[in-house]
């Protein structure tokens, strides 16, 4: 079977790209397994979807979806491809939630959920045989006007996937600069976390369960693209870097023993490396920056959504991690159902007593399969999306949609967010030449020109506007005073 695998491009979007594990990873499966398939980023590409078509010729296309963002463009492939007769499959994170509304469209055959790889080579399999697709696992369809989903399948087996072939995508297009190295690309290591936070999909989609790789395969792609792609480090984008010490100690030692000169980075979990060795060890084996999700300076908060975190912990941790050079990178989340005033004030100051430290805050979103979105269905605080348009209406942490605080007012959210935006543009981190605002242009430049001119031209716009609006703070002095978002000491 032939096959083309879409990243879908997300209009007017100026943020760094990067590599799409997930199809690149059934990709190369597919192949390893006899079939025949490619990865076609449409961020970069610009040939018609009219000429990739008369190209590859496919028997049968995917499309994933990883954000809500992805669906419009998901829509223009999915109608073309069914133009030429091609069956068109549906999956990611976000297209496994919204499989219903996906399939009572005209557009969609078939929706792959949750993980892809056995479901995809079985569905290859079938159509080399010509064998109909009824009893594969992990699979939704339509029959008879009616709603299928068939039985979830086993969790794969990461050690038994064959190494990720990076020779279907142009490696030098997802490189970025981070903290202290250049050229990074992502990878992963694991998939799967085993907490349950109430707003994450995580609990849903990989039922609070993680995996890991094998370390050679991983070993032996990171030394593939050192020395073939020119990679400098690597961004783990896995869910949870470490579970435990001895977990987080054997892989440092690893890559240590391996010889691979690099950098890397990744997310992790407090509690976990709990002393100054265990950051001397991370540093020495490349790790040169963390991601850390913090999510809220309200201890209330942290356990009214199922978060583990302790607030001396978390202090603890991020200064043992700075201490040895490794940037921590923060993330917080803003408008928590049930959020008070006095909790987004014990968030900021929170934030603000961590000095020299990268903060990302996101608004607050109901994640379609979260327990969070379900309980506010059932309290009829949202009406939930019943079809494509409704889920494509949908924007992710980049605008308040809802507000499901107690007591705070939109533009006390939108305010605190964009003084923390502007406080990050400024700030001089470990191993940073200069400031945070020098690496982000850098890294967006490099995006911008790598989709091509008339993207750049389009995206500067953008940008410029996003920046002047961060600057709107300045019309906010009681909201500035109200939260104490001033930027002197």
């Not at 605080?381 to 949609?401: F, G, L, S």
């Amino acid at each position: 079977m032939k096959t083309i695998l879409f990243f879908p491009r997300i209009d007017g979007s100026f943020r760094a790209s990067y590599a799409p594990l997930g199809i690149l990873s059934i990709a190369s499966f597919l192949n390893a397994n006899g079939h025949e398939a490619v990865v076609y980023d449409r961020f970069f590409e610009k040939d018609s979807l009219n000429d990739v078509f008369e190209k590859h010729r496919p028997d049968m296309i995917g499309v994933t979806i990883m954000s809500h963002a992805f669906i419009k463009d998901a829509i223009t492939i999915s109608k073309a491809a069914k133009k030429k007769g091609i069956i068109v499959v549906w999956g990611g994170t976000v297209g496994s939630g919204i499989a219903r509304a996906a399939l009572e469209t005209d557009f969609v055959d078939y929706v792959s959920y949750n993980e892809g790889e056995y479901t995809w080579r079985d569905m290859a399999d079938a159509f080399d045989a010509g064998k109909p697709f009824d009893d594969i696992k992990g699979l939704c369809y339509m029959k008879n006007g009616e709603f299928v989903k068939t039985p979830m399948g086993d969790f794969i087996d990461l050690t038994t996937l064959p190494p990720l072939d990076w020779t279907l995508v142009d490696v030098s297009r997802y490189l970025q600069k981070s903290y202290g190295y250049d050229n990074l690309i992502n990878i992963y290591y694991s998939k799967g976390c085993p907490n349950r936070c109430k707003y994450c999909y995580n609990p849903n989609y990989n039922r609070s369960t993680r995996r890991c790789r094998s370390m050679d395969v991983l070993l032996g792609e990171m030394k593939y693209l050192k020395e073939n792609c020119n990679v400098g480090g690597f961004d783990f984008t896995d869910d949870v870097m470490f579970l435990t010490k001895k977990e987080a100690h054997d892989f440092c030692n690893r890559i240590i023993e391996s010889g691979i000169d690099t950098c890397w980075s990744g997310y992790l979990g407090f509690g976990i490396l709990n002393d100054y060795e265990d950051y001397e060890l991370l540093y020495k084996a490349g790790c040169r920056s963390m991601i850390m999700g913090i999510e809220s300076g309200s201890e209330r908060i942290l356990r009214s959504v199922n978060k583990a975190n302790k607030l001396d912990k978390v202090r603890s941790n991020i200064e043992m991690s700075v201490k040895v050079g490794i940037v921590p990178i923060t993330m917080f989340i803003i408008g928590f159902p049930g959020e008070t005033v006095e909790d987004l004030k014990k968030t900021v100051d929170f934030a603000k007593s961590l000095d020299g430290i990268a903060h990302s805050f996101a608004y607050y979103v109901p994640v379609p399969g979260s327990e969070h979105y379900k309980e506010l269905v059932e309290a009829g605080k949202i009406k939930e999306c019943e079809t494509i348009d409704d889920y494509a209406a949908v924007n992710p942490m980049e605008r308040i949609v809802d507000n499901f605080t107690e007591d705070i007012p939109d533009i006390d959210l939108v305010t605190v967010k964009k003084y923390m935006r502007l406080r990050g543009f400024f700030l001089k981190t470990p191993g940073e030449k200069g400031i945070q605002t020098l690496r982000i242009l850098d890294n967006t430049i490099r995006t911008w020109f790598r989709r091509g001119i008339r993207n750049f031209v389009k995206i500067s716009f953008i940008s410029v506007t996003e920046m002047l609006s961060t600057l709107t703070i300045f019309l906010h002095p009681k909201i500035r005073k109200k939260y104490g978002l001033y930027f002197r000491k």
